[in-house]
C-alpha cells in the first residue's frame, strides 16, 4: 500500500487488524488569527451570555414580592421561579456541552441563544405561577447550550497565555455584574414602569438578542469534528437530568407536602431521583472503560462515548472534584445571600424594589472592581490566595445577616455584607474555569466548562432550597412554641422577633456554605499554584501527568488480559513520538514540546485525520 494512501480495508474491522497511526496535532492546532478588535468583540459576547445567564437565575429576585402579590403565589413556592430555571440549565449542561463540541460550538450558542430570547420574552406574558415556572424552565435550556458554548470558544480561541487569563476574567466577571446590573436596573424598572415585574424580563431579551448578533460577526465558524464516534448517550443524559430534577423538587416540596418529608410520594420521587443519578454514575464508568478498551461491551447496550468522563474528576490528584464541590458550596452561599436578602429588606424591613435596589448598590461596584483584580492578579497568585478568599468574603457577607440588628444603621450591616457578596462569584468562577481549562484537552473544553458550570447551577438550586427549607421550619416551630398559627406563608403576621431568627437561620445556612468551601480551599488546593502565567505552561504539565496515570491503568490491563497486541514502537519522524505501529484504536499521545497529539485511526493521503477516536485510549511519552 502506499505511504499516502489510508488503510481502509484495515478499518472495516478495527478489532482484527492493523491500524496504521499517523500523528495529527488535533489539540494543538493554531487558533484562527483575529485583531485585536474582533477578539474584543467576542470575548465581550461570551460575557454577554454569562451576564444575560446570571440575570435570567438571580435578578427576578427583586420582584418576587411583586410577584407574590400580583401572581398569588404563597412563599413556600416562590423559590420555583428561582430554582427551574437554574435546575433546567445545570441538568442539561452537560448534554449541551457534549453536543457543542461535537457540532460546532458557534451553532449551539446562536441556536441556545435565540432559544434563550423566545422563552424569556415568553416568560414576561405569564398570568400564574404554573406557566411561569414552566417557561422558566425552557429558559434554562437555552442558557445550557449558550455557557459551555461560551466557554470551549474562548478556550479554543486563546492558549495558555495571559490574553487566556484575560479572557476568562472578563468572562467570569458577567456573572456578578449581571447579577447586579439585573437587579438594579429591574428593581427600578419593575417600581416605576407599568411593566412591573415582566421588565426584568424584557431587559434580559433585549441582552440576548444583542449577543445573538454579537455571535454571529465574532465567533469563529465552526470546525467539523475529528470524533470517529459521533453517538451521543442519550441514555446517561436522561438518567442524570430526571435524577437531578426528581431530588431537587423534593427538597423544595419536602416541607409542603400534607405529611412533610414523611408523605409518601416525597419518599419515593427521592429515592428515584438517588437511584438515577447513582445509575448515571455506573452508566458513565461502563461506557468509558468500553471506550478505553477495558471492558468488551455488551452485545445487548450501547456504547456511545460517555457525557461525563469519570476519571476527568480524579484531574490533577482528585483537585478537580475539590474545586467542583467548592463552586457548588460558593454558589449556594452566594445564590441564598441574594434570595433572603432581598425578602429581608422587601418583607420584612417593609422596603420598596427602589429601597432595596439602593442597599444592594455597592454589590454592582464591588463587581467592577473584582474583575480588575482578577484578571490582573490571575496570573500572578496562588489559585488557593483566590479561592479561599472568594469563598471567605462570600460567607461573611451572610454572616452580617445572621447577626444582623434590625434597629442598627444600614452601614453596621449591610453594607459590608454587599460589599463582600461578590467577591466568591468573581473569584471562584475566573479562577476555576481557568482550573478546569487547564486540566481539560482541547476537544473536550465545552464538556469539562460545562461540568464546571453545572455545579455552580446546582448549587445555586440547591443554595435556595435548602435555605427556605431551613426557614420554614425555624417559622414553623418558633411559631407552635407560642401557640401561634401562621395565615401568612412569609410570617409577617407572627411577631418580629420571630420572623428575625427565622430569616437569620436561613442565613446562617448561607454562611455555612461558604466557610466549607473556605476550609476545603485551604485543605486542598495549597500546591495548585498560579494558573495563566506566561511560560508556566501548566496545561500540558497537569494534563500529561492525569492522561499517563489513566492510560497506564488501561495498558496494564490489556497486558494482562491480552486484548491488545503490540507488535514494536515506533518512532514519529517529524514530531518525536513513540507509537505503536500495530494497535487496533486511536490514541492521544505526548510530543517532545509537552503539547498533545491525537492519532488517527485513518489518516489520509496528506497526513492529516480523517476520523478519531473521543476517548483516549494509550499515552506514550517520547524517550
Known amino acids: 500500500m502506499p505511504e499516502n494512501q489510508p488503510d481502509t480495508k484495515g478499518s472495516k474491522d478495527k478489532s482484527h487488524s492493523d491500524v496504521r497511526v499517523v500523528v495529527s496535532k488535533d489539540d494543538d492546532d493554531p487558533p484562527e488569527k483575529r485583531s485585536k478588535l474582533q477578539s474584543i468583540l467576542l470575548v465581550a459576547t461570551?460575557?454577554?451570555?454569562?451576564?444575560?445567564?446570571?440575570?435570567?437565575?438571580?435578578?427576578?429576585?427583586?420582584?418576587?414580592?411583586?410577584?407574590?402579590?400580583?401572581?398569588?403565589?404563597?412563599?413556600?413556592?416562590?423559590?420555583?421561579?428561582?430554582?427551574?430555571y437554574t435546575l433546567s440549565s445545570g441538568c442539561l449542561l452537560v448534554l449541551f456541552g457534549r453536543l457543542c463540541d461535537l457540532y460546532g460550538r458557534k451553532r449551539m450558542y446562536i441556536l441556545g441563544s435565540t432559544w434563550l430570547v423566545?422563552?424569556?420574552?415568553?416568560?414576561?406574558?405569564?398570568?400564574?405561577?404554573?406557566?411561569?415556572?414552566?417557561?422558566?424552565?425552557?429558559?434554562?435550556?437555552?442558557?445550557?447550550?449558550?455557557?459551555?458554548?461560551?466557554?470551549?470558544?474562548?478556550?479554543?480561541?486563546?492558549?495558555?497565555?495571559?490574553?487566556?487569563?484575560i479572557a476568562f476574567s472578563t468572562f467570569s466577571a458577567g456573572a456578578p455584574i449581571g447579577a447586579t446590573l439585573g437587579t438594579v436596573v429591574g428593581g427600578i424598572l419593575t417600581q416605576v414602569t407599568p411593566a412591573s415585574w415582566k421588565a426584568s424580563f424584557y431587559l434580559n431579551c433585549v441582552l440576548t438578542f444583542i449577543s445573538v448578533i454579537g455571535a454571529v460577526f465574532s465567533f469563529d465558524k465552526d470546525?467539523?469534528?475529528?470524533?470517529?464516534?459521533?453517538?451521543?448517550d442519550w441514555i446517561g443524559a436522561f438518567m442524570v437530568t430526571a435524577g437531578l430534577t426528581l431530588i431537587v423538587f423534593v427538597l423544595g416540596q419536602g416541607e409542603v407536602a400534607s405529611q412533610k418529608w414523611a408523605t409518601p410520594y416525597i419518599i419515593g420521587t427521592l429515592v428515584a431521583g438517588v437511584v438515577l443519578t447513582i445509575l448515571f454514575g455506573l452508566w458513565q464508568h461502563y461506557l468509558e472503560h468500553v471506550q478505553d478498551g477495558l471492558r468488551v461491551p455488551s452485545p445487548y447496550l450501547p456504547s456511545p462515548p460517555p457525557l461525563m468522563r469519570l476519571s476527568f474528576w480524579r484531574r490533577s490528584k482528585g483537585r478537580v472534584t475539590v474545586v467542583m464541590i467548592i463552586a457548588f458550596l460558593n454558589w449556594a452561599s452566594f445564590l441564598g445571600w441574594n434570595f433572603w436578602t432581598v425578602l429581608y429588606y422587601q418583607n420584612f424591613a417593609g422596603l420598596g424594589p427602589v429601597g432595596t435596589v439602593i442597599r444592594l448598590l455597592p454589590m454592582f461596584v464591588t463587581g467592577i472592581?473584582?474583575?480588575?483584580?482578577?484578571?490582573?492578579?490571575?496570573?500572578?497568585?496562588?489559585?488557593?490566595?483566590?479561592?479561599?478568599?472568594?469563598?471567605?468574603?462570600?460567607?461573611?457577607?451572610?454572616?452580617?445577616?445572621?447577626?444582623?440588628?434590625?434597629?442598627?444603621?444600614?452601614?453596621?450591616?449591610?453594607?459590608?455584607?454587599?460589599?463582600?457578596?461578590?467577591?466568591?462569584?468573581?473569584?471562584?468562577?475566573?479562577?476555576?474555569?481557568l482550573f478546569i481549562a487547564t486540566v481539560s484537552?482541547?476537544?473536550?473544553?465545552?464538556?469539562?466548562?460545562?461540568?464546571?458550570?453545572?455545579?455552580?447551577?446546582?448549587?445555586?438550586?440547591?443554595?435556595?432550597t435548602v435555605s427556605t427549607v431551613v426557614f420554614n421550619r425555624v417559622l414553623s416551630e418558633l411559631?407552635?412554641?407560642?401557640?401561634?398559627?401562621i395565615t401568612d406563608s412569609t410570617g409577617r403576621d407572627l411577631p418580629r422577633d420571630i420572623q428575625l431568627r427565622a430569616y437569620q437561620a436561613a442565613e446562617w445556612t448561607n454562611f455555612a456554605f461558604g466557610m466549607v468551601a473556605t476550609v476545603l480551599a485551604v485543605t486542598f488546593l495549597s500546591s495548585v499554584g498560579v494558573l495563566g502565567k506566561k511560560g508556566h505552561e501548566p496545561e500540558s504539565k497537569v494534563l500529561q501527568s492525569d492522561l499517563e496515570q489513566e492510560s497506564n491503568a488501561a495498558l496494564s490491563y490489556e497486558r494482562r488480559t491480552n486484548m491488545a497486541s503490540f507488535s514494536s514502537l515506533q518512532t514519529h519522524q517529524d514530531s518525536n513520538i513513540?507509537?505503536?505501529?500495530?494497535?487496533?484504536?486511536?490514541?492521544?499521545?505526548?510530543?517532545?514540546?509537552?503539547?498533545?497529539?491525537?492519532a488517527c485511526d485513518i489518516p489520509s493521503s496528506n497526513n492529516s485525520c480523517i476520523g478519531t477516536s473521543p476517548s483516549i485510549r494509550q499515552y506514550y511519552s517520547a524517550p
Open 578 to 598: 513513540q507509537v505503536p505501529i500495530t494497535f487496533p484504536w486511536s490514541q492521544l499521545t505526548s510530543g517532545k514540546n509537552g503539547s498533545i497529539y491525537r
Open 118 to 165: 423566545a422563552f424569556t420574552l415568553g416568560c414576561a406574558f405569564a398570568k400564574d405561577s404554573l406557566t411561569l415556572n414552566i417557561l422558566r424552565g425552557f429558559q434554562g435550556v437555552g442558557a445550557a447550550a449558550t455557557i459551555p458554548a461560551a466557554i470551549g470558544t474562548l478556550a479554543e480561541a486563546f492558549p495558555a497565555s495571559r490574553a487566556r487569563a
Open 223 to 232: 470546525k467539523p469534528s475529528r470524533e470517529s464516534d459521533r453517538r451521543v
Open 46 to 84: 461570551c460575557t454577554l451570555a454569562m451576564m444575560t445567564n446570571t440575570s435570567n437565575s438571580i435578578s427576578i429576585a427583586i420582584a418576587l414580592p411583586v410577584m407574590e402579590a400580583e401572581l398569588n403565589i404563597p412563599q413556600v413556592q416562590l423559590q420555583w421561579i428561582v430554582s427551574a
Open 441 to 464: 484537552a482541547q476537544y473536550e473544553q465545552s464538556v469539562a466548562g460545562a461540568v464546571f458550570q453545572e455545579m455552580t447551577q446546582i448549587g445555586s438550586s440547591a443554595g435556595v
Open 479 to 485: 411559631a407552635a412554641t407560642r401557640g401561634l398559627q
Open 369 to 433: 472592581i473584582c474583575n480588575v483584580i482578577v484578571a490582573s492578579f490571575v496570573g500572578r497568585v496562588p489559585l488557593v490566595v483566590l479561592i479561599t478568599a472568594g469563598t471567605a468574603f462570600t460567607g461573611t457577607a451572610s454572616l452580617f445577616f445572621a447577626i444582623i440588628n434590625p434597629d442598627a444603621p444600614y452601614w453596621a450591616f449591610g453594607f459590608p455584607s454587599a460589599i463582600f457578596c461578590v467577591f466568591g462569584a468573581d473569584f471562584v468562577f475566573a479562577s476555576g474555569t
